[in-house]
């Protein structure tokens, strides 16, 4: 799939970010949270409550509650 195709598919408020991302202009923050944000379906709730503690960016991700550790 394309980059352009998989853009157009996602939700509307994700693209410029995930656009920004791939194209090697978006911050490392925001890189990862286009990263999160379709790892988890485009579901940002989801991405709070992620709890794949074996992908190398858990601990980078955002929407995190405050004071949320993975410590345990």
């Known amino acids: 799939m ?7 598919d996602m939700p509307a408020i994700y693209r410029k970010n995930y656009l ?6 978006a ?4 890189a990862i949270k286009a990263f999160c ?18 992908c190398p960016l858990n601990n980078y991700r955002p929407y995190r509650k405050a004071g949320d550790s993975d410590d345990s």
């Open 2 to 8: 394309s980059i352009t195709k998989k853009a157009d």
């Open 20 to 25: 920004a991302a791939v194209s090697g202009k």
């Open 27 to 30: 911050s490392p923050r925001n």
């Open 37 to 54: 944000i379709e790892c988890m379906g485009y579901i940002r709730s989801e991405v709070t409550g992620c709890d794949t503690i074996n």
